[in-house]
């Protein structure tokens, strides 16, 4: 029963994290001491699509799910849970493609809110 609870409070963090994935730089924008960890966060996220790397969570909900009697996952996180449930199979590639756009917008977005507050600092305000 435990096993099966921590695999449940997995799948619960690993939407959590995936969603400050996609929107954590918007969190920087109030908070910009978060953006390294938004960007560590995200460059994973990226490099487990880019290079196929396997994501801890994945790995150990798995392992949970063997040690409650349950088999593991078929596909990873996102196969499995969102794919399919969330948005259809044939909008997989078009919702990475969303996904990285909204981190792109988020950090072009901090970059110029950075900006700004540099110049407003430096004495230029609006300049």
Not at 58 to 84: K, Q
Request: net charge positive; proline share 5%; hydrophobic share 50%.
């Amino acid at each position: 029963m435990a096993y099966r609870i921590l695999a449940g409070a997995i799948v619960v963090l690993h939407l959590a994290v995936l969603a400050y994935v996609v929107f954590g730089g918007f969190l920087a924008w109030r908070r910009p001491r978060t953006i390294w960890l938004h960007l560590a966060f995200a460059g994973w996220g990226f490099s487990s699509i880019i290079f196929g790397l396997d994501c801890p969570l994945t790995a150990a909900e798995d392992w949970a799910r063997r040690h409650a009697g349950l088999p593991s996952l078929p596909g990873g996180f996102i196969d499995t849970y969102l794919t399919g449930t969330l948005y259809p199979e044939s909008a997989k590639t078009l919702v990475q493609y969303l996904a990285g756009g909204l981190v792109l917008a988020s950090w072009t977005g901090f970059a110029l809110l950075r900006r700004r507050a540099s110049r407003e600092v430096a004495g230029k305000p609006g300049a």
